[in-house]
């Protein structure tokens, strides 16, 4: 599996990040719950340095809770606050807020020790693409703040956004690395939506899942497609679910790229279940 995507937007958008520190109190580094560790950028800590950050897991509600805590005492254990959150809903934002305040207390005071009028904490999202930050930013907003989309590189520009009466927050489009040194990285950037489906092939993303699934959840995949005997072969399994679903091409063939397309997407959006993919390693 070779998969390679680093747009030049991308590489403004490293620029951009370490452009803007200086401008913020706080990053808060969004991940996706499901991959913390395939989400992350692999220079992040290069890039912000000695900034105060808060880890946030985000799409938890896609991602097994168990694990998620799991994830959560990790980073806790490296130094690095961290809470789990679920944008769509909501669940999880205020404590996010309450947790961004406190790390900004300090550059604030130090702010104000000058001689300056108090002002807002300061912070700023960095993620890479599609790890749910536009949809972050207007939940905290309460408002269409910022555009999303259920693509990769949806947002571009950048922009100062006042999030209540004690948070301001500068967006910044999501930053993704060069190269995908390991495979394994690269198809659960691909599973999970964070990378462009123009630039892999769909039938060998769901080979690996459906046979994760097997591994992993084989109930759960009877279950949602109603497979009495289900196949050890993974190429069976997804003709199978083309069956169940009427994928059919002219002659009654299977159409393996739709059934692919769709079982993907079912993982993405929880119908399979809530899983979490990696575990940190010790």
Sequence with gaps: MDIQWYPGHMAKARRQVQQNLQMVDVVIELLDARIPASSRNPDINAILKDKPRLVV??????????????????????????????????AGVKKMVALTERLAQ?????????????????????GVPNVGKSMLINRLAGKKAARTGNRPGVTRGEQWIKLGGKLELLDTPGILWPKFEDPETAYKLAVTGAIKEQIYNPEEICTKLVQW???????????RYKLRDLPENVWEVIEKIG???????????????????????EFREGSLGKYSLELPLQ
């Excluded at 896609?62 to 805590?69: Q, S, Y």
């Excluded at 300090?106 to 960095?126: D, E, H, S, T």
């Excluded at 097997?214 to 995949?221: E, I, M, Q, S, T």
């Excluded at 009427?246 to 993907?264: M, P």
Aim: with cysteine; aromatic share 10%; glycine share 6%.
């Design 57 to 90: 897991l985000n799409k938890s509600d896609l991602a097994d809770p168990e694990i998620t805590a799991v994830w959560l005492d990790y980073f806790t254990s490296k130094g690095l606050p961290a809470v789990a959150v679920d944008a769509h809903h909501g």
């Design 106 to 126: 300090p550059a604030i005071k130090k702010y104000m020790a000058r001689g300056r009028l108090a002002r807002l904490a300061r912070c700023m999202v960095v």
């Design 213 to 223: 699934l097997l591994d992993n959840a084989p109930d759960a995949l009877a279950k």
């Design 243 to 265: 069956v169940y679903r009427g994928f059919y091409l002219s002659g009654g063939r299977i159409d393996e790229y739709k059934t692919a397309v769709f079982i993907i997407k």
